[in-house]
């Protein structure tokens, strides 16, 4: 086995396990929080926004910092009703579950993703009673007695909704993680009146990343079903 | 029956991932499983003074909080040699051993608890102090101490012809520019996760990897324990990009942890924790020196680079490669150099190497052309090699020039003039740009089972994976035309560390490692079941000579007889099956085998407020047969954007001071989104390379970033007359 490449770096030597005696600790620091980002603050992103102003609304709901609540009071479970792709779940859920996490891991529907957990990328769109919604940000309990379609309500049985047809025929995926987002969020932007241009596809599209890069084939796949007006 | 590899056949895993029904690695309905969330440093550099968890150890629902005082010592057995994907030099990081803190967001512990919600409030709790040392977290500080890298070979030596210092003192017309890429993340939209399963000493991890049996073998040195008690699956990637070639300290975390607490522990990092260990691409400074008489001719080349590496392991990469094949120049040299830092270590992404080195080299062959009032394509033209100049080796095929002469017709170049400022749109500037790309064509010895099933189906078998090229859907276009059948009659199942070996998804190696043994695998198959028919009195086929009869629509036929294959099987009592590795030549290789490119793209720029805009990009590439054109145009468009993000977004930045990156997050890290992206035309010349493998597809997932920033810088220079050598290229830099 090679030997460790600090040898080659007298200067900053840190062999494992021992300080160098030359070295001493300058502080001993607690852990540092993250700098908490305000809206107005001016680092603020158009992404950023929406993570921030969901956070807000969170804090509002559970007025004490999450940390408090489980050291001082556990969390009670609350009952939630969730209708979720038709089907009407009765849930107990710790209150600070969000939906996405609900339906990943309570519901077993996978198809919506965790990419950032802050409302940055939308793989997790889903809809709320029509609307689209990025379930990472929205807790359950705020959503009790609504209607929720993720993207495994979307067809309807083995036939395809044309928007996933579409996303095949014009190959609008490649490792098909930010797709079950893409395909809610495309659907989405015809019913609002969104995609009249390219250009205006694009821009409300423009919520939805796509790493693999494959915008062109989204994009297409958008127009198609739009011009087939269903 | 017209042949399946060549056709647009969809992909062959659409429905699954349009319906949402693919299952990713954190998504496997394990019975039990309960949660694991890691702790990450708050430093850079330094050890742990004290780690409190009795406030995360005593909160609802927590079964374990593993620090350095009390996690298992894993036996981390040592590898015979490192594997392929990981670093050569150095030792790697293993999570929770000792106090020591080598880089910013380190694992520091670990919680485990029932609910995914009842782990994050606990590891909320964990209060660890440390006793900090000053951390080298800037490129310059970490300059001081640049050395040669340790690794030998092409990318480890420097390098050098004839004497390229007089050649260079001596030219009629030079640049000597220095260039800069920042350090970016691969940021696959899909996390890393591991959900780790014991079963007695019987270990499975369903993985995110781009390589099952790297996973396997590096679990099973960690743990001690023989190589088949460890399976890993990972059939589904969501992207990767690099980031899953080498397996992470989060699966040695996993397996640690459910080995503790003796149920399945799931742990799927947080988008922030994907900045801690899971690799980037190494921000890297490069000086390059040109050389030319006055009519073009390059007479000197020297690229230097200084490459950033953590301090616990050597990271090098193909950064100058490209640079010493790209042109017919007789006086070049070649330096690389190593920057350790307080950081992780970094970790191949998309185009590793070549997408940085070719930034430079690229944007200084358009300089050189704006000195020489030289068209930049007339430019490269006039030093095309007539062979591959470093190792004197004939190409087997090598059609850059046509990729030049191509993408310049379909893109409109001719239309450039070549004034800086020169085109304008309404009140927008208008540039045109253009830079080449390479990528050499790699294969690996890699293995395949095809079996004929009873009902004349075919399934294909490997431990490759698809982490979204198309790997299920190329093996079955292969397979079908080796078998003789239709493609939706065959099955790939890939990504299972029991199925035959595969090298790692990476280098572009993948369809050129495997397709051979699928191929060759399934005319074995075909031959065994005409051996079959020919000696079956029951087969209209009986009595004919074997070797006569073809494979072809899902049955043999010959002398006006056929059998289909499920006919076949039916008097079968159980499938047939041929395992078959395939390798490379093992002789030394008598042509140099690369892909070629080029890009055309036009921004524009408004003098106003300088916002660059991307407006179309036209490429074309030269990369052997295309098997699938539907997928391998999603490929190239994807590359492409990538490079659109390496010139106008990506950077991680770091806080110089203390070493922690600022932007962990994709709000703040840019990616190009919808709206950043213009109409790209991706174009793939009609060739064949056979020099690869029987197929002659040389592998495609690399090139298309290759290049792709220098072309775009240049048109930024065309239109503004500002010269950005430095990624990404943001408003202030145009100034
Ligand atoms: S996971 Fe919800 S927006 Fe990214
Ligand atoms: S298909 Fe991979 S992220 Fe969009």
Redo the contacts with the bound molecule.
């Keep these: 086995m090679a030997k460790n490449v600090l040898s080659r770096l007298p200067e900053i030597q840190l062999p494992d396990g021992q300080l160098p005696e030359w070295e001493q600790p300058v502080v001993t620091e607690k852990s540092e929080p993250e700098p908490v980002v305000r809206p107005g603050s001016p680092d603020l992103s158009r992404r950023t926004f929406v993570a921030v102003s969901t956070a807000l609304g969170a804090a509002m709901l559970l007025p004490a910092a999450p940390a408090q609540v489980t050291t001082d009071a556990p969390p009670e479970l609350v009952s939630v009703a969730l209708k979720v792709n038709g089907k009407t779940h009765a849930l107990k859920l710790d209150p600070r579950t969000s939906l996405l996490d609900t339906l990943r891991e309570h519901l077993g529907l996978t198809g919506t993703k965790k990419t950032c957990n802050q409302g940055a990328c939308g793989a997790c769109t889903v809809y709320v009673d029509g609307v689209r919604i990025n379930a990472c940000l929205a807790l359950t309990v705020m959503h009790d007695g609504q209607s929720v379609t993720t993207i495994e309500g979307l067809a309807q049985g083995d036939a395809l909704h044309p928007m996933q047809a579409s996303f095949i025929v014009h190959d609008g995926?490649?490792?098909?993680?930010?797709?079950s987002g893409?395909i809610m969020s495309g659907v989405s932007v015809i019913k609002e009146g969104h995609a009249g241009s390219d250009a205006e596809i694009r821009e409300w599209m423009s919520g939805n990343l796509?790493?693999?890069g494959?915008y062109v084939g989204i994009l297409a796949a958008v127009k198609e079903v739009r011009d087939a007006g269903v | 029956m017209s042949p399946a590899v060549g056709q647009p056949i969809p992909r062959k895993e659409g429905r699954a991932k349009v319906t949402g029904r693919a299952r990713f690695a954190a998504e496997y309905p394990i019975r039990g499983v309960v949660h694991a969330i890691p702790v990450l440093s708050t430093i850079s550099r330094g050890r742990i003074s004290s780690i409190d968890t009795a406030a995360a150890q005593a909160a609802p629902g927590v079964l374990a909080v593993l620090t350095h005082l009390n996690a298992p010592k894993l036996p981390y057995r040592p590898f015979e040699r490192p594997l392929e994907t990981s670093t050569r030099v150095g030792v790697f990081f293993k999570p929770l051993r000792d106090d020591v803190i080598r880089f910013n967001r380190q694992y520091v512990a670990v919680v485990v608890a029932t609910t995914l919600e009842q782990a994050e409030a606990a590891a909320a709790l964990v209060r660890v102090s440390y006793a900090p040392l000053r951390a080298i977290s800037s490129f310059e500080e970490g300059l001081s101490a640049a050395h040669q890298p340790r690794e030998k070979g092409s990318r480890g030596l420097p390098y050098q012809r004839g004497d390229p210092e007089l050649a260079f003192a001596a030219a009629a017309v030079r640049v000597d520019q220095r260039y800069t890429i920042p350090t970016e993340h691969h940021n696959p939209?899909e996390t890393h996760a591991t959900i780790a399963v014991w079963n007695g000493n019987q270990l499975t991890l369903y993985d995110k990897s781009q390589w099952v049996k790297g996973v396997q073998q590096h679990a099973a040195l960690a743990f001690g324990i023989p190589y088949d008690q460890v399976r890993v699956l990972s059939p589904f990637v969501?992207?990767a990009f690099g980031s899953a070639l080498r397996p992470w300290a989060h699966i040695d975390l996993a397996a640690m942890a459910a080995q503790v607490v003796k149920r399945p522990v799931k742990l799927s990092l947080t988008r922030e924790a994907m900045y801690g260990t899971t690799g980037f691409r190494p921000e890297t400074r490069m000086r390059v020196r040109l050389g030319a008489n006055a009519s073009g001719t390059l007479t000197a080349v020297m690229h230097e680079a200084w490459g950033q590496t953590s301090t616990y392991e050597e990271y090098t990469e193909n950064t100058l490669d490209a640079t010493r094949l790209m042109y017919a120049v007789p006086n070049l040299s070649t330096v690389p150099r190593l920057v350790p830092m307080h950081v992780s270590t970094p970790q191949y992404m998309r185009g590793p190497g070549e997408a940085t080195g070719m930034f430079a080299l690229e944007t200084a062959l358009d300089e050189l052309a704006v000195a020489l009032r030289m068209d930049p394509v007339a430019l490269r033209i006039k030093n095309e090699p007539l062979a591959d100049p470093e190792s004197k080796l004939p190409w087997s095929l090598r059609s850059y020039v046509q990729t030049m002469q191509l993408g310049a017709e379909r893109f409109g170049w001719a239309r450039r003039t070549p004034a800086v400022g020169s085109m304008k749109d309404g009140g927008l500037l208008i540039g045109m740009g253009m830079a080449g790309a390479t990528y050499p064509a790699l294969r690996f010895p890699t293995s395949a089972r095809i079996r004929m099933n009873l009902s004349g189906s075919v399934t294909v078998l490997s431990a490759a994976t698809d982490i979204?090229p198309g790997t299920y859907t190329s093996m079955a276009q292969v397979a079908a035309d080796a078998v003789g059948l239709d493609v939706a009659l065959v099955n790939v199942e890939l990504a299972d560390s029991k199925l035959p070996y595969a090298h790692a998804q990476g280098a572009s190696a993948l369809f050129a490692s495997l397709s051979p043994a699928v191929r060759e695998a399934g005319r074995q198959l075909a031959r065994q079941l005409a051996a079959r028919a020919v000696a079956d009195q029951r087969s209209p086929l009986y009595g004919l000579k074997a070797e006569t009869l073809t494979a072809v629509n899902g049955g043999l036929s010959g002398a006006g007889k056929r059998e289909s294959y499920a006919a076949l099987m039916a008097r079968s009592d159980a499938p047939l099956e041929v395992h078959l590795t395939s390798a490379p030549p093992m002789s030394a290789p008598k042509q140099s085998t690369h892909c070629f490119g080029s890009h055309f793209v036009e921004v524009s720029v408004d003098p106003d407020v300088l916002e660059v805009r991307v407006r179309r990009v036209v490429s074309a590439f030269g990369v052997g047969r295309v098997v699938n054109p539907r997928t391998a145009h999603s490929q190239a468009v994807g590359g492409i954007i990538g490079g659109i993000g390496m010139a106008l977004h990506e950077q991680t930045h770091t806080d110089p001071r203390y070493g922690r990156i600022m932007n962990a997050n994709l709000s703040e890290y840019l990616i190009p989104v919808h709206a950043d992206v213009p109409p790209i035309e991706a174009v793939y010349l009609d060739e064949v390379d056979y020099a690869i493998g029987p197929l002659g597809a040389k592998g495609l997932g690399e090139l298309p970033i290759v290049g792709v920033a220098a072309a775009i810088s240049n048109a930024v220079y065309h239109a503004t007359g500002k010269r950005v050598r430095d990624l990404p290229i943001t408003i202030e830099k145009l100034l």
């Design positions: 995926f490649q490792c098909g993680y930010c797709t893409q796509c790493r693999c494959c | 939209l969501g992207g979204g």
